[in-house]
């Protein structure tokens, strides 16, 4: 049955040009206590995604695919060079076991308050400054992880979408619980002990991805590491690859950053300082620090903080007098513009009771939950809106604001904010209802490029609030594009 089904989604992808995404990754051997995974069987190579020219998006999927072959991790195989060559590697399971054994979180409900209580006496554990703690390197907190969707077809049904494909979503929380992962075994890699930090997700830099189709019955590796820290944050480097014929594919690439609070989540706490070993790893630190210069350099130039350039201006003006009704000559009377769709008439709202299953190690909302109802409700919106099956191209620029405690009414909103040939940028706005005050809360904002089948119609925004969304979206959109170009035109890795 699962070379029928194979061949039957793997003809369909080949017939519609289609393939979902990702970016490099890297092989390697290190583990911890976990068990071999079977071998899978045996599977024709996959044809050449970025080559669809009937496809809209190829030319930009052929781009990606040649990011790939470019930025292949020099850092992630010297790494694996120095792992001790064991094939026993740890499954997503074991990463969540792994973390409420660091934490000393219940697998019990009943049981959780009491032993979030018993972590206020690991203040103690805290060092009082940064120097106190002894340096890292980035090969200390390496880890590989399997997803043997292959091998153990038992739990495919989880990651499993109508189109037989792996449900994004699920992807995205098992990044989540393995960017925190590698940031416990970069502070406290060896030690059994509780860890006195609490780790949580602040922000999802970038993920970017180069095929289409992420097949749901074959092995997925993940691997990653620390690769830049800050007195008390952490930038982790992630990549996920798919078994093809017994060779590795890259799939993604994603950047997540982290903080450390102390026991209780309520203050930032230090965290072990990390030494570049040789030129590569000092190129991947520096690279590390800029982002975070970028990061505050956008957050500067916020919309909310700083009026448009004079080059938005003109662009809102004209699309503005695109929209006047030229029989009125009136400035209220405004007419839609051909294949256009107003701003006001592309959007998808939805409600989640966030209930105890949903909980992370502290006894909060988990963050992966968070990015997958977020995910799946843009999905929808750029689905509805493009008329055709959406792929993801990148996610970008995720600020995780403030927890979502358990019982929270989580209300997501998603809004299609700028759109080119046959891309769509979705931003969806997450907030909590607190039905004792009554008042609304913003949690997150999530920004996804997704690119459609064919054209889609260009979003038209009406008011003033309407353009600045549509201004950020294009702002999104062309940091993606940018950075497709400047890696494109990046020497290749040795």
Same mark, same amino acid.
């Given at each position: 049955?699962?070379?029928?089904?194979?061949?039957?989604?793997?003809?369909?992808?080949?017939?519609?040009?289609?393939?979902?995404?990702?970016?490099?990754?890297?092989?390697?051997?290190?583990?911890?206590?976990?068990?071999?995974?079977?071998?899978?069987?045996?599977?024709?190579?996959?044809?050449?995604?970025?080559?669809?020219?009937?496809?809209?998006?190829?030319?930009?999927?052929?781009?990606?695919?040649?990011?790939?072959?470019?930025?292949?991790?020099?850092?992630?195989?010297?790494?694996?060079?120095?792992?001790?060559?064991?094939?026993?590697?740890?499954?997503?399971?074991?990463?969540?076991?792994?973390?409420?054994?660091?934490?000393?979180?219940?697998?019990?409900?009943?049981?959780?308050?009491?032993?979030?209580?018993?972590?206020?006496?690991?203040?103690?554990?805290?060092?009082?400054?940064?120097?106190?703690?002894?340096?890292?390197?980035?090969?200390?907190?390496?880890?590989?992880?399997?997803?043997?969707?292959?091998?153990?077809?038992?739990?495919?049904?989880?990651?499993?979408?109508?189109?037989?494909?792996?449900?994004?979503?699920?992807? $995205?929380?098992? *990044? &989540?619980?393995?960017? /925190?992962?590698?940031?416990?075994?970069?502070?406290? !890699?060896? %030690?059994?002990?509780?860890?006195?930090?609490?780790?949580?997700?602040?922000?999802?830099?970038?993920?970017?991805?180069?095929?289409?189709?992420?097949?749901?019955?074959?092995?997925?590796?993940?691997?990653?590491?620390?690769?830049?820290?800050?007195?008390?944050?952490?930038?982790?480097?992630?990549?996920?690859?798919?078994?093809?014929?017994?060779?590795?594919?890259?799939?993604?690439?994603?950047?997540?950053?982290?903080?450390?609070?102390?026991?209780?989540?309520?203050?930032?706490?230090?965290?072990?300082?990390?030494?570049?070993?040789?030129?590569?790893?000092?190129?991947?630190?520096?690279?590390?620090?800029?982002?975070?210069?970028?990061?505050?350099?956008?957050?500067?130039?916020?919309?909310?903080?700083?009026?448009?350039?004079?080059?938005?201006?003109?662009?809102?003006?004209?699309?503005? $007098?695109?929209? *006047? &009704?030229?029989?009125? /000559?009136?400035?209220?009377?405004?007419?839609?513009? !051909?294949? %256009?769709?107003?701003?006001?008439?592309?959007?998808?709202?939805?409600?989640?009771?966030?209930?105890?299953?949903?909980?992370?190690?502290?006894?909060?909302?988990?963050?992966?939950?968070?990015?997958?109802?977020?995910?799946?409700?843009?999905?929808?919106?750029?689905?509805?809106?493009?008329?055709?099956?959406?792929?993801?191209?990148?996610?970008?620029?995720?600020?995780?604001?403030?927890?979502?405690?358990?019982?929270?009414?989580?209300?997501?909103?998603?809004?299609?904010?700028?759109?080119?040939?046959?891309?769509?940028?979705?931003?969806?706005?997450?907030?909590?209802?607190?039905?004792?005050?009554?008042?609304?809360?913003?949690?997150?904002?999530?920004?996804?490029?997704?690119?459609?089948?064919?054209?889609?119609?260009?979003?038209?925004?009406?008011?003033?609030?309407?353009?600045?969304?549509?201004?950020?979206?294009?702002?999104?959109?062309?940091?993606?594009?940018?950075?497709?170009?400047?890696?494109?035109?990046?020497?290749?890795?040795?």
């Amino acid at each position: 049955m699962v070379g029928t089904r194979e061949g039957e989604h793997r003809a369909a992808g080949r017939r519609s040009g289609l393939a979902e995404l990702g970016v490099y990754g890297a092989g390697g051997l290190s583990a911890w206590h976990g068990r071999s995974p079977r071998a899978p069987p045996a599977r024709r190579l996959e044809p050449s995604l970025g080559l669809c020219s009937a496809a809209r998006g190829g030319r930009m999927l052929a781009l990606r695919l040649c990011i790939v072959k470019k930025t292949t991790s020099v850092l992630a195989r010297a790494l694996t060079s120095q792992s001790n060559g064991s094939q026993s590697l740890p499954d997503m399971s074991e990463v969540r076991s792994r973390l409420r054994a660091i934490v000393g979180a219940s697998t019990n409900w009943r049981d959780h308050v009491q032993a979030m209580q018993e972590r206020k006496a690991l203040h103690t554990l805290l060092a009082q400054k940064q120097e106190d703690l002894p340096p890292k390197k980035m090969k200390d907190s390496y880890i590989e992880v399997i997803l043997p969707l292959g091998s153990q077809p038992e739990i495919r049904e989880k990651y499993l979408n109508v189109h037989d494909s792996v449900r994004f979503g699920r992807i $995205l929380e098992d *990044l &989540d619980s393995l960017g /925190v992962l590698i940031c416990y075994t970069h502070t406290n !890699p060896e %030690s059994h002990q509780r860890s006195p930090l609490s780790i949580v997700t602040a922000l999802v830099d970038k993920i970017n991805l180069c095929k289409k189709v992420i097949y749901p019955d074959c092995d997925i590796r993940f691997t990653g590491n620390v690769s830049w820290v800050g007195k008390t944050s952490m930038e982790v480097k992630m990549h996920m690859l798919q078994e093809y014929d017994g060779v590795y594919s890259p799939v993604l690439d994603a950047t997540f950053v982290m903080v450390a609070r102390d026991p209780e989540n309520k203050r930032p706490a230090f965290v072990n300082p990390l030494i570049p070993d040789g030129p590569k790893e000092e190129e991947v630190f520096k690279q590390g620090a800029l982002n975070k210069i970028k990061r505050t350099d956008f957050n500067t130039t916020s919309l909310l903080k700083m009026a448009p350039t004079a080059e938005e201006r003109n662009i809102v003006h004209n699309m503005f $007098l695109n929209t *006047l &009704d030229t029989r009125t /000559v009136s400035f209220r009377s405004r007419v839609l513009p !051909p294949n %256009s769709v107003w701003m006001e008439d592309a959007k998808l709202k939805g409600l989640q009771i966030c209930h105890p299953q949903e909980r992370n190690v502290f006894n909060r909302i988990f963050g992966g939950f968070l990015m997958r109802k977020a995910f799946e409700l843009g999905w929808a919106t750029a689905c509805s809106y493009g008329g055709s099956r959406p792929f993801i191209v990148s996610v970008d620029d995720i600020m995780f604001q403030r927890p979502v405690e358990i019982g929270s009414l989580l209300l997501l909103s998603a809004q299609v904010c700028y759109t080119e040939k046959n891309y769509i940028q979705i931003r969806v706005h997450s907030e909590v209802y607190d039905t004792d005050t009554k008042e609304h809360k913003t949690t997150n904002i999530f920004h996804f490029t997704f690119m459609s089948e064919n054209e889609v119609p260009q979003i038209v925004p009406k008011t003033y609030g309407e353009s600045m969304l549509y201004l950020d979206g294009k702002r999104h959109f062309s940091a993606t594009m940018k950075e497709t170009r400047e890696a494109m035109n990046a020497p290749a890795a040795a």
